[in-house]
């Protein structure tokens, strides 16, 4: 990929998104993203928070195109990704989901998948090493695995195709506390050790608060406020980014 090398890592320009819902009989055109704009710098961790219904999940499946802007763009290391090739984008940009989300087969079958889709070799023991799992898993069925192993096994496949970004949406959420934890611990380490940039939408603040190093708030699809996250957690910059952070967002502020 030919890039500008002091880009941010991703950047977006007064992206929307207006998604047709069913209302009874009628199809309404609801606007769930509405002029975002914010830049985020290599190996920085953005932690992208809001009210359920927000617009994160929308926000996050823009960047690596599983859902397309209905206006702006989005940027990655200053080349706009509707003009990249989307399985090389998928490649750069590595996304994991709520639930995990197993293929057939092995442990270092769902690792290497990524790789042999484009005729490489990889070392599947090396990538579950960096999510600090056994490699005396790699022959176990991936379904065999705790839900917490999978997540990490997850990570781990993302992390085979070499991404520049990582994606979460809520990793933690379908996780017990511990389990939660080690992923939260596994960002930080692979934020520290790999300069990966990564945007992690998640509703637990404390989660926020221990990986984060900027802040983005959702509500209803407009950003209030985007800034450091050493900022945000010691003091919002808006009304609505303390009352969020308070729990006291009432029903009709989001
Ligand atoms: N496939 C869809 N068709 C129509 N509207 C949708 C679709 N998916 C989501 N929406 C709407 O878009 C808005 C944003 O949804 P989104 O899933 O991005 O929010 P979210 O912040 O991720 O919420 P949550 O925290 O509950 O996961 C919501 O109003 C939702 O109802
Ligand atoms: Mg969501």
């Known amino acids: 990929m030919d890039r500008a090398n002091d880009a941010p890592a991703i950047e977006l320009e007064q992206v929307g998104k207006v998604k047709p819902v069913l209302l009874g009989d009628s199809v309404k055109e609801l606007e769930v993203i509405k002029d975002v704009s914010f830049c985020l710098g290599k190996g920085e961790v953005l932690a992208l928070i809001g009210p359920s219904g927000s617009g994160k999940s929308t926000l996050l499946r823009m960047i690596n195109r599983m859902e397309d802007p209905t206006s702006g763009s989005i940027l990655l290391c200053g080349l706009d990704i509707a003009e990249l090739n989307v399985r090389e ?79 979460l949406d809520e990793p933690t959420s379908a996780l017990d506390q511990t389990a939660a ?31 984060a190093t900027r802040v983005a708030l959702l509500v209803r699809g407009q950003l209030i406020e985007e800034g450091p996250a050493a900022e945000f957690f010691a003091e919002p910059s808006t009304t609505i980014g303390r009352k969020y952070l308070q729990g006291e967002l009432t029903d009709d502020e989001h």
């Open 181 to 211: 934890h080690k992923i939260v611990t596994l960002l930080n380490q692979l934020n520290r050790e790999l300069g990966l940039t990564v945007i992690m939408v998640t509703h637990l603040m404390e989660h926020a608060q221990a990986v």
């Open 89 to 167: 984008l998928r490649r750069i940009v590595g996304m994991v989901s709520q639930t995990p989300a197993l293929l057939p087969g092995t442990v270092a079958d769902n690792i290497a998948y990524g790789p042999k889709l484009r005729g490489q070799r990889c070392d599947p023991g090396r990538y579950l090493g960096l999510v600090n799992l056994e490699t005396d898993l790699l022959s176990r069925p991936a379904s065999a695995l705790s839900i917490g192993q999978q997540q990490r096994m997850c990570i781990a496949r993302a992390l085979a195709n070499e991404p520049e970004i990582l994606l």
